[in-house]
């Protein structure tokens, strides 16, 4: 016997990503879903990706800095070489995240009490203490590159704005943003598609660049498959492997995606849309943009000639685009991409880290308690002050740090999958629990055997 569903009212209250949706709506999606579960394949592919979200979410989320320095200089020190990176580390992450949706949508329990009861409490506490510390990590790289961008514009337009200013605006505009959630629906859904819309200009632009550009698709091909090139320019080939794994798939993201599928009010009847949702909406995104990111880099980077080492600036790597769009509006573009990307990770960092507060200490939404803990990596605006020449290359360690602190919460989905307890019925039983129980021990396995070679090298 598993555990009675929680309310999930408030699971949806306390996720604060959208408001909840209709009871009856959700009553008459359920049985349209099991309807569609007993037709042919072609329709139930039609029938979900129409209601595809959660996966969306995840990609978007993942497309910030991160993604965007590893897959940057990826393709700007090796060329098309490392082009097997990105879809590796964003296939473990599906393997995991569709054993965490079968979880979440068969028994309906909040995953942090979940993993605490049944896989053992630390575990769970292993698992939020990495997504405050992730949170707080990841944020420095952020400022980094969105006062950078900042900076940049400025120039162009003949402003000189010192670069405090700068990061403690983008601080102001994000803790706004963040307070929003769950007060102003309507301003958080307009932000995000503001953002989105951004996001994906910069990738339709690489994507403008990879066509204007002299693209050897044999060497792209011969790109996605796994091999680690010698290193180049001092700068060992591991390192960036390591940091696009862990851009990929963050904890942070491990911790948010099984509570939107329950702010979403999905259950047992949607559990075959989140995998397809997972393909669709996280995967096949994911991949598009970091690819076109490397082969961008490759083709104008690259294929000049100029070494870009790890003291690069945002505008040095902006000539990725203003090599073929021209040296203003190819910045201008670059500039707002890599902005968009950085911002929306800022303010996604102050939710999580609020989010676990009040998921773990019992924090109400809204109170001091609950948007203190939201400001927790706040300080990381201070590093344009503190640390004035910080590069870009910055957001490449943090993706290695933040990794280190993924294997421990994948094997504790790893035990729930196999615990009875929890699944009770809805536990993988004969091929299907070995299939699924080997593929997630092998996602963490090529996690550890990456952290560990790119340990040896230190």
Known sequence: MTAAPPDLQSVRAGLRMQRPPDPQQLAREAQWLEELDRGPFLARLRGWLSLSGPGYLQSAMTLGAGTATSSLFAGAMFGYDLLWVAPLGMVLGVVMFAAISHQTLSTGLRPLPAMARYAGRPFAVLWAAGALIASVVWHVPQYTLATGSLDDLGKLSGLAVPPIVLSLTVLAAAVAITFCYGSSPRLVRAYERAL??????IVVSLGWVVM?????WGKVLAGFVPHLPPDRGGTSSITLVVSGLGAAVGINMVFLYPYSLLARGWGRAHRGLARCDLIGGMLLPYVLATSLMVIAAANT?????????KGATVQAVGGVLGQVLGPVAGRVMFDLGILA???????????VCGFVASEWFGC???????????????????????????PPWLGVPTNIVCLLLLPTTY????????RSRYLGADRPRGWRLVVQVAAMALAIAVIVAALAAYLATL
């Open 196 to 201: 989105k819309w951004m996001v994906w200009a």
């Open 212 to 216: 204007r550009t002299d693209t050897d």
């Open 301 to 309: 980077l690259y294929a000049s000639g100029e070494p870009v080492g």
């Open 341 to 351: 990307m950085a911002f929306s990770t800022i303010s996604l960092h102050m939710v």
């Open 364 to 390: 109400a939404i809204g109170s001091r308690a609950h948007r203190l803990w939201s400001l927790l990596p706040a300080p990381a605006c201070l590093a344009p002050l503190v640390w004035p020449s910080l």
């Open 411 to 418: 094997v504790g989905f790893l035990v729930l999958q196999c």
